[in-house]
């Protein structure tokens, strides 16, 4: 919101409003400290709704914080008496600081272990992501959107890792699964998969994920910038090749049971969610290991 990050304005708005609760004087609800928790308390109503209907994901910790949002708003909505006492001041200051200071980290490096847990692919599915053939080279299959924030860090890191390890030792494999609120990223798919035809796709998907400018005006800016013929790049876009590539795309999607993006799959493991660089760096390795000549272990 406003170009901040949520987790900020939420942790500003709890420390004020543990601040307001900390300095009451009497036990009625000061008017603005009353109006700010009750807004906050529809804030969280507001984010519960995106979750149920326009994400279609629960977020563990994204629950606790509205949660509590949203009963702060009722206590001071039902306007429920507050302490003066000083003598519960200190004891509620302290778990005011163990509440702003040390819980959030704790949840956050907890949300990241959970997060980086890899989940073995079905078996079934296990022969869409069989490394290639040749000696020695991993695979590293991406599902992204564009236009998707993490998706974009996510594949930041992966390009960083890959120049690192070395292009030459791990194959490449994106599916695009555009999310249909996001406005420009299905027509950013689309001119990615046509720049694959031109085998610019890579250099063309890199320009696309950094790009601050997804607009279709944006997207061929890209393109060019990627050594795309434009030309070619149009006939493409008007014909069936990228409808036919999502619909591809989507159903790749749905054998691995694609539960949130980004997701990417390293040596036959999925990995949900934007993951550490010390995890995709430790999973790449371990996949070019496994693919090297000789390795005993299977991906």
Do not use: N
């Not at 629950?63 to 507050?82: E, F, M, Q, R, S």
């Not at 050594?227 to 990228?242: H, K, M, T, V």
């Amino acid at each position: 919101m406003l170009g901040i990050p949520l987790y900020v304005w939420g942790t500003v708005y709890f420390v004020v409003v543990v601040g307001g609760l900390l300095l009451a004087s009497q036990p009625r609800w000061p008017r603005w400290l009353r109006g700010l928790t009750v807004t906050g308390g529809l804030g969280g109503l507001g984010l519960l709704a995106l979750q149920a209907f326009s994400i279609g994901a629960w977020c563990p910790w994204c629950l606790c914080v509205d949660l509590a949002a949203i009963g702060l708003g009722g206590l001071a909505l039902v306007g429920a008496p507050l302490s003066t006492e000083r003598r519960h001041r200190p004891l509620a200051f302290a778990a005011a600081v163990l509440a702003v200071g040390v819980a959030p980290p704790l949840l956050v490096d907890l949300a990241i272990g959970t997060a980086s847990d890899p989940t073995e692919v079905a078996a079934p599915d296990l022969a869409r992501f069989e490394p290639s053939a040749d000696d020695g080279v991993a695979r590293i299959v991406e599902f992204v959107d564009v236009q998707c924030p993490f998706c974009r860090e996510q594949h930041g890191r992966l390009a960083t890792l890959l120049d690192q390890v070395g292009r030459d030792r791990v194959e490449v494999e994106v599916h695009h699964v555009p999310i249909p609120r996001h406005e420009f990223a299905a027509h950013a798919a689309a001119v990615a998969t046509c720049c694959e035809a031109q085998d610019k796709g890579e250099s063309a998907l890199d320009r696309l994920m950094r790009s601050d400018d997804l607009s279709p005006a944006g997207c061929r800016r890209a393109a060019a910038e990627a050594g795309a013929d434009l030309e070619a790049l149009d006939a493409c876009l008007r014909s069936e090749i990228p409808a036919e590539r999502l619909a591809a795309d989507r159903e790749a999607a749905t054998a691995v049971g694609l539960r949130s993006l980004p997701t990417c799959v390293i040596g036959g493991q999925r990995f949900e969610g934007l993951q550490s660089v010390e995890t995709l760096r430790g999973a790449i390795e371990s996949a070019i290991e496994q693919a090297e000549p000789g390795s005993d272990c299977s991906t």
